[in-house]
């Protein structure tokens, strides 16, 4: 299923569910999350409904690759200058609570509220 209309995240990516976006391309979509654990805090999803990290293949290696790189970028360019931390919770007991894969990247000065 590359989409799943009872899925929030890919309401946001449909355009349903309003968004703070801050990075768009055909793959891949950032916006900051509603509720941030940090004072920057985006999460980079892939555009493709993928549940979780349990459903990667192969064919999503270049897909996981783009997301990680992405990362620095959109940390930069919303002026975070002293480090970042990348989260990708999974099932669970992993803490996963929307189920469209989804990397936190978190920055800016602690204390945080989070993580
Ligand atoms: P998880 O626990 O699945 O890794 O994280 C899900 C994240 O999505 C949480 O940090 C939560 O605040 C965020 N989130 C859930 N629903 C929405 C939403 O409708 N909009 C935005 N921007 N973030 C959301
Ligand atoms: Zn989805």
């Not at 703070?20 to 793959?27: F, Q």
Request: glycine share 8%; net charge negative; charged share 20%.
């Amino acid at each position: 299923m590359s989409h799943d209309p009872n899925c929030i995240f890919c309401k946001i990516i449909a355009g349903q569910i309003p968004s703070k976006k801050v990075y768009e391309d055909e793959d891949l979509l950032a916006f900051h999350d509603i509720h941030p654990w940090a004072p920057v805090h985006v999460l980079i999803i892939p555009k493709l409904h993928i549940a979780s990290m349990v459903e990667l293949t192969e064919e999503h290696v270049t897909l996981l690759g783009r997301m990680s790189v992405l990362a620095p970028r959109l940390m930069k360019e919303l002026g975070v200058s002293n480090g970042f931390r990348t989260v990708i919770n999974t099932g669970p007991d992993g803490g996963q609570e929307v189920y469209h894969l989804h990397m936190h990247a978190m920055g800016g000065p602690r204390p945080w509220l989070k993580g």
